[in-house]
């Protein structure tokens, strides 16, 4: 057998201890990057092969919260993909005002950058009065900083570059103030938002949704675990719910595409529901999805 047969059968064996052991199941998340994370921790640690790892994992309470941290890969910014949110300040925005209320959750949502520049959005249109946001994710670590809502300086020229990029027209210092050495996000822009523990492998639906943000987290899912995902989210949106993916991402190739319309092809962004020419929506009537 080749040393790599060997250590597929040992990283198996450890997510199957996790899961066991500990409840989160990584066991269908891509095994390319699962291996590329544990083997960064083989390197940084006393372990010589993965299979080293298993008595931490059962029996050391602290080690697993050192493999959720290397195996939830947390890179996130504000504005991240700027036509993404021009898109959706053009085209969802307009959706959403024809609603008296909106539910829009945020899965998987790092350390918050993502669901206080959709707040950034809201607000600047007036609409953050009439939203809830529900900003999850299964790692505690991430969803402290989230509703800390504290970042490091360094990253808030590239945040503003971002914004602008998205076609922000204000100044993005209009939403947070300098804090020691850091900057901190204006707690009245957090008014409407939720911060919770939610894990989408394991947990089920987290109520009804307008509007699903689910960006760069399903990239490290099997096509298995996507499809249950697509399922779980189908279920949570309400009829013309809309679902929004990371760049790298489609709904394509999964069964729940047909009950999807696809708004933004470019921009991964789907509406439940019939065609987006056929739909009630007077704000998506005067779309074609190939041109956003
Ligand atoms: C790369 S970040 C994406 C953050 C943000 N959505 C963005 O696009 O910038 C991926 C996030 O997904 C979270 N994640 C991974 N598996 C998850 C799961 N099973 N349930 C909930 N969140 C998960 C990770 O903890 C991480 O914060």
Not at 5 to 16: A, R, S, V
Not at 49 to 67: E, H, K, Q, R
Not at 98 to 105: H, L, R, Y
Not at 167 to 195: C, M, Q
Request: overall charge neutral; aromatic content about 12%.
């Amino acid at each position: 057998m080749e040393k790599s047969d060997i250590e597929k059968i040992e990283i198996d064996l450890l997510l199957e201890a996790i899961h066991k052991r500990h409840g989160y199941d990584f066991r269908h998340y891509s095994k390319t990057s699962i291996k590329r994370r544990l083997t960064q921790r083989l390197r940084l640690s006393k372990f010589k092969t993965f299979s080293d790892m298993l008595p931490g994992i059962l029996y050391d309470d602290d080690f697993i919260n050192v493999l959720l941290k290397d195996l939830s890969i947390t890179v996130t910014e504000m504005f991240r993909d700027p036509p993404f949110f021009e898109t959706f300040r053009k085209h969802i925005v307009p959706i959403i005002k024809e609603n008296s209320f909106t539910k829009i959750w945020h899965a998987g949502c790092a350390t918050g950058e993502e669901v206080y520049s959709t707040a950034i959005i809201l607000e600047e249109e007036n609409l953050l009065d009439q939203v809830r946001l529900y900003a999850t994710d299964f790692n505690n670590n991430s969803l402290k900083i989230a509703r800390e809502g504290i970042y490091s300086p360094d990253k808030i020229k590239k945040y503003s570059q971002n914004y602008h990029a998205s076609g922000g027209e204000n100044s993005l210092s209009d939403f947070y103030h300098a804090i020691y050495s850091s900057v901190k996000i204006n707690e009245d822009l957090k008014r409407n938002i939720t911060f919770a523990n939610h894990n989408l492998v394991t947990d089920k639906s987290f109520g009804e949704m307008n509007v699903i943000l689910c960006r760069n987290v399903l990239i490290y899912f099997d096509t298995i675990l996507q499809d249950k995902i697509f399922s779980l989210f189908r279920d949570s949106l309400c009829d013309n719910g809309i679902l929004c993916l990371g760049n790298s991402e489609t709904l394509e190739f999964s069964d729940c595409y047909k009950h999807f319309s696809v708004i933004s092809k470019f921009n991964k962004m789907y509406i439940k529901g019939p065609h987006i020419r056929d739909s009630k929506i007077p704000a998506l009537k005067r779309y074609n999805s190939v041109t956003i």
